[in-house]
Structures are given as C-alpha cells and as structure tokens.
C-alpha cells in the first residue's frame, strides 16, 4: 500500500469520488510515485489536493466536448503541436486524464517520458483515449507534476515549501480555484494525519504539543494551520527523506482575487487566468479600482485628453463673459 489509501481521500473528498478514475491514480504512485520522488507524505498530500480540485473528486477524466468556440480552435493550434489545417486532430487531442493533458506535443512528450523511463506505453499518439487507461491515465499527472509543467522541473521543490500558491500557478497557470485547492490541502492533510477532514481544532491542539504550531486554537483554517500541517507531514517522511529543504509553509496575508474567465488562446497546454484585485463595493471605490487597471500608457492619454477639454472650456467660458460684457457696455 502505498503513502495514502482510496478510502482516506474518500474520507476528505466533497462529494462522490469516480472510484475508477482514483484507482488509475493510485496505481500509477504506487508503481512508479517513487521514481519521481511522489512517496513522501508532504508531496503526495500537495499532489492530490490539486489533482482532487482539477477533477471534481476525480469524477471527470476527460474534457467536456461542446464544441465550445474556444475548442473549435484547437484544430489550428499549432503551438499545441496540432496542425494547422482544420482536420480534427482538435477534437482527438482533446484533454484526457485527471489533470486534462492536451495536444499533440504534450502527448507526444508524454510517451516520450514513459519510454525514457522504461514504462513500456501503449501507442496514445495514435489513439490518444489510451490515456485514459491503467496506469496511463493516472501518470499523466505525475508526468506533468515531474517536468511537463511550464518549469520543465519537478514540482517537488514546491511541495518541499509549502508553497500551494505556487503549485496552483504552474498547475492551473494562475489562481483560479485557489481557496477551494488550499481547503482540499487542509481536509486530505488532517485525513492522512489521522484527525477528521474538519476537525481542526484537535489538529491545532496536537500540532501545539508537537511544537510545529504556534497559533490560535480557534478551529479555524488559515496559514499557520496549513504550516503546520505540512511540517507534521514533512515528520512523517522516512529518515533517508531528512536530507531534503523542506521549509515550513510561508505564512502571508491571504487577499481575495478575482479571476477572468479562461483564455483557450493561451500559449500553453491549458487555459490561464489573470488575476486582478478583487473590487467591492461601489462608488468611489469601484471607480478608483478601474482606474488603477488601466496601463499607464492609456491612462497617460486620458489625463492629456482631459486637460485640453478643461483648457477649452476655460477659454471658452472666458470668450463668453467678454461677449457679454462687450453687449452689456453697448447698452448702458
């Protein structure tokens, strides 16, 4: 048995769990999660959590075919490693398994990956739904965790950290869903710690005792529990594991953001976000947040454009009262 069991993520999922679609992923960290370093507590814990919110509870392992306009594109995306002729290679390249790899060029890296590292796969060039197959299905998240990301490194170094801000960025290529992947994190850490998905109020009296938490014991998530449960999980590694940087969770100011909807135009694979300040309220503060939105090379113009309309009314209204004055010094 590997680090963490089907029931222990059934245990901290939301909702019902696809037990087919998790089993492919398990499969896959028990036979070959150590030769990418995913057999370690703190790591898989991270690895899951994300897996768990781009699934839905590993309830979908294939993209959702409309075809939406953004999908009719990806026939003529060649910086997916599609063609450029509208042949349907969009549609058969479409994304497949629980972290939704795309396009000819990350399916060709893909197998390229598995034959380097003797795994023997099948031809999912040719027939890309072979993905969607045991252990291919769940290795092609390991696969993108290991160096399919846009770092091309491994995204252990991140889970060493505590860093889930910046496994959300390379993973989803911005913060879209973050607040649900870090209350994924929470509940799938307590699981696999042995306290219940919510229970965090025993987790923080422990993690005191344990001296890996020195906040609140107020029940209620945030950084520092987080911090703490990654160094509890860290304490689970075997000894050979002592040797690794593993720091605690960096403890920030959590901000709500807003997100754009995708951009299926995106350079890579999947879809990216862009992140703006999250505006509430009206008024004033509504209309001071559009403002700072603006480049400043636009807003530049803007205040240009507006000191000549000011200038010329000024004028004009000076034109004006020397007219009237003119008239009514006629008629005195």
Same mark, same amino acid.
């Given at each position: ?5 089907? #029931? #222990?993520?059934?245990? /901290? ?26 057999? %370690? ?58 972290? #939704? ?102 987790? #923080? ?27 509890? %999980?860290?304490?689970? /590694?075997?000894?050979? /594991? ?23 135009? /995106? ?11 999250? !505006? ?20 530049? !113009? ?31």
């Amino acid at each position: 048995m590997g680090v963490i069991n089907a #029931q #222990q993520i059934r245990t /901290a999922a939301k909702g019902p769990v696809n037990a087919s679609n998790l089993n492919s992923v398990l499969i896959a960290l028990d036979r070959f999660g150590s030769t990418v370093g995913l057999d %370690l507590p703190h790591r898989v814990v991270a690895f899951l959590a994300q897996l768990m919110h781009e699934s839905g509870d590993f309830k979908f392992d294939g993209e959702l075919w409309g075809p939406t306009p953004a999908q009719k594109r990806y026939d003529t995306r060649t910086d997916l490693g599609n063609t450029p002729a509208a042949d349907g290679d969009g549609y058969k390249n479409r994304g497949r398994g629980p972290i #939704q790899l795309t396009g000819a060029a990350n399916i060709k890296a893909f197998y390229a990956w598995c034959v380097k590292k003797g795994f023997s796969p099948p031809d999912f060039i040719s027939n890309p739904d072979l993905i969607n197959s045991d252990p291919w299905e769940g290795l092609s998240a390991i696969w993108y965790w290991e160096i399919g990301n846009p770092d091309r490194k491994s995204l252990n170094r991140y889970a060493d950290q505590g860093n889930h801000e910046m496994l959300t960025r390379r993973i989803n290529g911005g913060l879209n869903g973050y607040a649900d992947r870090l209350d994924r994190y929470t509940r799938l850490g307590l699981v696999v710690l042995g306290f219940g998905p919510t229970d965090l109020l025993a987790f #923080q009296k422990a993690a005191t005792a344990a001296g890996k938490y020195d906040g609140d014991l107020d029940g209620d998530d945030g950084p520092k529990t987080r911090a703490a449960i990654h160094l509890m %999980l860290a304490a689970r /590694a075997p000894k050979a /594991a002592a040797m690794l940087t593993i720091k605690p969770a960096p403890v920030t100011e959590e901000k709500a953001v807003a997100v754009t909807p995708p951009s299926m135009d /995106a350079p890579w694979w999947k879809s990216k976000e862009v992140i703006v300040p999250a !505006v509430t309220g009206g008024g004033l503060t509504s209309g001071l947040a559009a403002v700072g939105s603006v480049p400043w090379e636009n807003l530049a !113009v803007i205040l240009l454009a507006l000191g000549l309309a000011g200038a010329f009314l000024l004028w004009r209204k000076d034109r004006d009262n020397k007219a009237v004055a003119a008239r009514v010094g006629g008629l005195g």
